[in-house]
C-alpha cells in the first residue's frame, strides 16, 4: 500500500493541488457553485496541513490559530469564543478552526483509512502547536463521523451551545452547527523539530515523525 505523508506544507505546487481540490469538492459535493477554492487571505495567515504520496496531494485543510492576525473567521468579534464559552477557560490557552476539508484518495488508499489516519494526524498537530481545543463549522452529518473518530481514540468532541457564528458568504444555504474538540499531548515516537516535520499515524493513534526537514 502506498505510504502516505501528512505535514504543513509551503510547496506552492503541493498547495495548488490542495486549492484545486477543495474547489472541484466544494463545488460538486457540496453543490457550491459560487465557491471559488483559490488562495485566499486567511489561507497566508494560516498553516496548511495536507496528505500527499510523493508529490502527489490527496487533501489538506486550513489551520486558523487566533493569535496576533486577530479573531477566528467564525467569530464576530475579538473575544467571540471567549466570552460564548467561558467553561472551556479560552483565555488560558491557544485554540484554532479546522476549515476547507477536503480528500480524495488515490491508487490502492481506501478513502476510510485516508480520512481516518488524516484526522488523527490533524489533532495531534493541532496540540503541537499548541491549541488546546479545535473548533469546527459543519453540518450534523459530518460532526456525527468526527465524534465517532475522535470518541474511539480517546478525543473528547461536542457541540458548542452558541448561535452567534460568522457564516461565510458562499455557505449561506448550508447548516453551521459549532463543534469543539479538546486537544491533548499524545505520546510522540520521534521529536518533531520544525514544521516541516512530516508524520505518519501508527496503530495506537500516536504520532510518528518520519523526517524533518532541514
Same mark, same amino acid.
Given at each position: 500500500?502506498?505510504?502516505? #505523508?501528512?505535514?504543513?506544507?509551503?510547496? +506552492?505546487?503541493?498547495? =495548488?493541488?490542495?486549492?484545486?481540490?477543495?474547489?472541484?469538492?466544494?463545488?460538486?459535493?457540496?453543490?457550491?457553485? =459560487?465557491?471559488?477554492? %483559490?488562495?485566499?487571505?486567511?489561507?497566508?495567515?494560516?498553516? #496548511?496541513?495536507?496528505?500527499?504520496?510523493?508529490? $502527489?496531494?490527496?487533501?489538506?485543510?486550513?489551520?486558523?490559530? $487566533?493569535?496576533?492576525?486577530? +479573531?477566528?473567521?467564525?467569530?464576530?468579534?475579538?473575544?467571540?469564543? #471567549? =466570552?460564548?464559552? +467561558?467553561?472551556?477557560?479560552?483565555? %488560558?490557552?491557544?485554540?484554532?478552526?479546522?476549515? $476547507?476539508?477536503?480528500?480524495?484518495?488515490?491508487?490502492?488508499?481506501?478513502?476510510?483509512?485516508?480520512?481516518?489516519?488524516?484526522?488523527? *494526524?490533524? *489533532?495531534?498537530?493541532?496540540? =503541537?502547536?499548541?491549541?488546546?481545543?479545535?473548533?469546527?463549522?459543519?453540518?450534523?452529518?459530518?460532526?456525527?463521523?468526527?465524534?465517532?473518530?475522535?470518541?474511539?481514540?480517546?478525543?473528547?468532541?461536542?457541540?458548542?451551545?452558541?448561535?452567534? #457564528?460568522?457564516?461565510?458568504?458562499?455557505?449561506?444555504?448550508?447548516?453551521?452547527?459549532?463543534?469543539?474538540?479538546?486537544?491533548?499531548?499524545?505520546?510522540?515516537?520521534? +521529536?518533531?523539530?520544525?514544521?516541516?516535520?512530516?508524520?505518519?499515524?501508527?496503530?495506537?493513534?500516536?504520532?510518528?515523525?518520519?523526517?524533518?526537514?532541514?
Amino acid at each position: 500500500m502506498s505510504d502516505i #505523508i501528512f505535514e504543513l506544507s509551503q510547496d +506552492p505546487k503541493l498547495l =495548488e493541488q490542495y486549492y484545486q481540490l477543495r474547489h472541484d469538492n466544494f463545488n460538486k459535493t457540496l453543490g457550491l457553485t =459560487e465557491f471559488d477554492g %483559490k488562495a485566499d487571505v486567511n489561507d497566508l495567515t494560516s498553516d #496548511i496541513f495536507i496528505a500527499r504520496v510523493g508529490s $502527489r496531494c490527496l487533501g489538506g485543510v486550513r489551520i486558523c490559530g $487566533r493569535g496576533f492576525q486577530g +479573531p477566528l473567521p467564525l467569530e464576530y468579534r475579538a473575544q467571540g469564543l #471567549i =466570552e460564548e464559552l +467561558p467553561q472551556l477557560n479560552l483565555s %488560558k490557552g491557544g485554540y484554532c478552526q479546522w476549515m $476547507r476539508l477536503s480528500l480524495a484518495p488515490f491508487g490502492d488508499i481506501p478513502y476510510g483509512q485516508l480520512y481516518r489516519e488524516f484526522t488523527l *494526524a490533524l *489533532a495531534v498537530l493541532s496540540a =503541537e502547536l499548541g491549541y488546546q481545543y479545535a473548533f469546527c463549522v459543519s453540518s450534523k452529518t459530518h460532526q456525527r463521523l468526527y465524534k465517532q473518530l475522535f470518541s474511539s481514540n480517546n478525543y473528547l468532541h461536542f457541540q458548542c451551545e452558541t448561535d452567534k #457564528i460568522r457564516c461565510e458568504q458562499d455557505f449561506d444555504g448550508l447548516e453551521h452547527l459549532l463543534y469543539a474538540t479538546k486537544l491533548q499531548q499524545r505520546r510522540v515516537l520521534a +521529536p518533531r523539530k520544525t514544521k516541516q516535520a512530516q508524520y505518519k499515524i501508527n496503530s495506537l493513534g500516536y504520532s510518528e515523525c518520519l523526517e524533518v526537514a532541514s
